[in-house]
């Protein structure tokens, strides 16, 4: 199971904080990844993080969002700083392997106003 919290409304600047609690799979052992969906469109990688911590983030988050877990807690997060409209959408987290991912879960609504 995968759930993400911690999303809501923001002014453009603003700073959030994804959280992601996970259960039911090896967390410790899987390479993960947040993911933002907007409407009419397909799911986007925005960040992703190994097992043992490295992580990487889109071009278009680099500076601004940071992926980080704690596989003592089965968490990920994602902090989010200097918001932008464009930022705005469903964020999801899940398994970064396609073929070992679980159910999708309802995401967190992030939504950033200008």
């Known amino acids: 199971q995968l759930q993400a919290f911690g999303g809501g409304l923001v002014q453009a600047g603003g700073s959030l904080r994804l959280s992601c609690a996970v259960s039911?799979?090896?967390?410790?052992?899987?390479?993960m990844g947040w993911y933002r969906q907007v409407p009419g469109k397909e799911r986007m990688l925005v960040a992703h993080?190994?097992?043992?911590?490295?992580?990487w983030h889109a071009l278009p988050v680099e500076g601004r969002f940071t992926i980080s877990r704690d596989n003592a807690k089965n968490m990920m997060y994602l902090q989010m700083n200097n918001l932008k409209p464009e930022d705005t959408g469903r964020y999801y987290c899940?398994?970064?392997?396609?073929?070992?991912?679980?159910?999708w879960g309802q995401g967190t609504q992030v939504t950033v106003s200008s």
């Open positions: 899940n398994v970064l392997k396609r073929a070992s991912r679980g159910p």
């Open positions: 993080i190994t097992f043992g911590g490295t992580p």
């Open positions: 039911g799979i090896t967390f410790r052992l899987s390479d």
